[in-house]
């Protein structure tokens, strides 16, 4: 088969799989798409020896001829962009997150199902050296029956706030990103190393605190989410802006458990993206004092992998999205399914912490009859999207954040694009 010819929607978080493009054998850059026009001239720059058309209007931008589409843009705008790509024929490729509201989750999954079209969700954590190891050793009965797993992404972004907000009131960072939002990079890992499918959860939201409220973020610090999968097994999930950074999963099962390194622990980051503690037995009940096995995942494309983002994980989830595409029945895509196993728990655990913290069941919408209960639920924190559904960023309400915080953000601005 030919390349597949590939089109990038959003030119800086898009610049991992822009690069893929034009590096990989197997596909072809042919376009990109940004509002911000100094972020294309700046890849015109870089690319001035290929034959790469630019737009900033997606309604055009889509209308190229080209096989696939990566969206890049801002988190909470995803659905609706990738609704309108597979209607044009193309393929997706969607980074995080997959929708912010149920109406949406439903016709995004239904535009996979009426058009064909390969959807494949860009969690790039679950392509992680050590939890992708992870997934295999688990799907290969290492540790047994899940019983209780952990997930943590945290991320101290306030040094980064200017350069990814810039000082904007209404960015989605500050106006939209709830405390149980950006869920998918602690949960998804675990959903996609087990293949098991959350049925409730019960939500928790931090309180405010100054670190938030100075760069005009309106939501809690963090939010955590425990989630009952289907087996019966017990799930934290925990992510947000603590002040010292961690990536962290953990899987206990009936035969043992296996985890990756921790930052806390004096180990780099590569090490901690990469080591495997496999502490397990061969049989449940034997209860052996063998030593733990401790070991740096590697694979075949590891090598290759390394030179890109997220620690090489960008790699992996673009390589196979382009696979999957040209037929290949080892491709690994997360398919719109199992984007919304990942996505859902934070929607509905939010929905818990509204509610005072009682459990919430999370609907299965590979069932038309489920659907057709949200078809019209448009609850979000989006005035745009959500109507008469509007929820506040914070539980308590929305802070109160003056015009001179935002004003003091964007003065602090690299010049960096996010």
């Not at 690319?47 to 055009?60: H, M, P, V």
């Not at 999207?385 to 954040?401: E, F, H, Q, R, T």
Request: charged share 30%; proline share 3%; aromatic share 12%.
């Amino acid at each position: 088969m030919n390349k597949i010819r590939v089109g990038v929607l959003g030119a800086y978080r898009g610049k991992q799989m822009i690069e893929f493009c034009c590096k990989s054998d197997n596909a072809e850059l042919v376009a990109i798409c940004d509002k911000n026009q100094e972020l294309l001239d700046k890849q015109k720059e870089e690319r001035k020896d290929l034959d790469i058309a630019y737009y900033t209007d997606f309604d055009e931008f889509i209308k190229h001829e080209m096989d696939a589409v990566v969206l890049a843009n801002y988190a909470h705008q995803h659905a609706p962009f990738a609704i309108k790509a597979m209607k044009e024929g193309k393929h997706v490729y969607s980074e995080v997150l997959p929708c912010q509201c149920m109406k949406e989750a439903v016709e995004l999954i239904e535009t996979v199902e009426e058009t064909g079209k390969i959807y494949a969700y860009g969690e790039n954590y679950c392509y992680m050296q050590s939890p992708y190891e992870m997934r295999r050793l688990y799907r290969a009965g290492k540790i047994g029956e899940l019983e209780y797993a952990e997930g943590e992404y945290i991320h101290n972004c306030e040094e980064l706030w200017p350069d990814i907000t810039y000082g904007e009131r209404d960015h989605w960072r500050n106006r939209h990103m709830y405390s149980n939002f950006y869920c998918t990079h602690s949960i998804g890992p675990i959903i996609h190393i087990t293949g098991l499918r959350p049925v409730s959860v019960v939500g928790f939201e931090s309180t405010m605190t100054e670190r938030h409220l100075r760069v005009g973020a309106m939501s809690g610090q963090f939010g955590i989410e425990m989630i009952t999968l289907e087996n019966g097994a017990i799930v934290k999930s925990i992510h947000g802006d603590l002040y010292k950074c961690s990536i962290f999963w953990s899987l206990y099962g009936s035969k043992g458990r296996v985890e990756c390194g921790r930052e806390g622990a004096g180990l780099s980051r590569d090490e901690v993206l990469g080591n495997i503690y496999l502490d397990a037995d061969e049989y449940s009940g034997e209860y052996s004092k063998k030593p733990i096995e401790k070991y740096m995942a590697r694979d075949a494309l590891t090598d290759k992998a390394e030179k890109f983002g997220h620690g090489g994980s960008d790699f992996y989830s673009m390589y196979h999205f382009i696979e999957k595409i040209r037929g290949s029945k080892d491709a690994d895509i997360i398919d719109v399914y199992e984007a919304l196993d990942m996505f859902l728990p934070g929607l509905f655990a939010y929905r818990s912490v509204l509610a005072g913290g009682i459990p919430v069941a999370i609907p299965d919408l590979r069932k038309k009859e489920v659907r057709d209960e949200y078809r019209n639920d448009t609850t979000c924190t989006d005035p745009s999207v959500a109507g008469d559904m509007l929820i506040p960023v914070y539980s308590k309400g929305n802070p109160d954040i003056p015009d001179e915080v935002y004003e003091s953000v964007k003065k602090k601005m690299s010049g960096a694009k996010y």
